[in-house]
């Protein structure tokens, strides 16, 4: 599920990654895991961008907006936990 939703986010919503991280930008999905308690998902997201500075505005309001777009093409219901962090790519 992870790799899928990393092509989603990377692929499918590739413009929308693109104007909040700029067009050098990768998302990588480290996790995805179930939570019991809570019932739901934990999906655990880091963003490697080319200017911090100008992706810290959209930041983690950007890639909670694309994961709650892109959730639901796996056939998932419930709203996930997003756990991210951004980084530069190197």
Known sequence: MKRRLQIIL???LK????ILYGSNSE???NDV???????TYMV????????????V???PGGIEYMVDFGWPILGKDC???IVSSLDVKL
């Not at 413009?15 to 693109?18: H, P, R, V, Y």
């Open 10 to 12: 990377n692929k499918v």
């Open 33 to 39: 895991n179930w939570i019991r308690s809570k019932k």
């Open 57 to 59: 505005e959209s930041h």
């Open 44 to 55: 655990t997201i880091t963003i490697y961008a080319d200017n911090i500075e100008e992706s």
């Open 79 to 81: 709203k996930p936990i």
């Open 15 to 18: 413009e929308q990654k693109n």
């Open 27 to 29: 998302i990588v999905v």
